[in-house]
């Protein structure tokens, strides 16, 4: 199985050194990487998450754009694919790491994390979407 990922950046957070470093990463570890540019709408996500039958979304924050990520989880959930696994990496303070787990995201990564740690984990994740979808 090959893990399907959308890496990608809501908001205006324009820093995005560190999801092209993760998307190449994942792409490295033989993982099938959707990337967008910066300054996507929770919107614009959601559609592409949905044409592109992604396994996970990886929402890369530095500039406290994490804030919005239970709107996108909401909008998952709305669009039918709350399924698909979310995961946030970046700059996040610990108050709101446990917001956004709260609000489903399955794991936040901080700097620091190695890519292998990333990689595995995401992974992980993407067979147990597709084992929940299987059931489905």
């Not at 790491?97 to 990564?109: D, H, P, S, T, Y």
């Amino acid at each position: 199985m090959i893990p399907k990922v959308l890496v990608t950046k809501i908001g205006f957070d324009g820093h995005d050194r560190g999801s092209r470093i993760v998307a190449a990463g994942l792409r490295d570890a033989g993982m099938e990487v959707i990337y967008t540019p910066p300054w996507q709408e929770i919107a614009a996500v959601v559609k592409l998450a949905m044409e592109e039958d992604v396994d996970v979304i990886g929402i890369s924050s530095l500039a406290t754009d994490h804030l919005i990520v239970p709107k996108l989880m909401t909008a998952l959930t709305q669009a039918g694919i709350g399924d698909v696994g979310v995961v946030v990496g970046g700059i996040v303070p610990d108050a709101d790491e446990q917001m956004l787990l709260e609000a489903g995201v399955a794991r936040v990564f901080h700097p620091g994390s190695t890519m292998a740690e990333i990689a595995a984990f995401v992974r992980e994740l993407a067979q147990q979407v597709r084992a929940q979808r299987q059931d489905a």
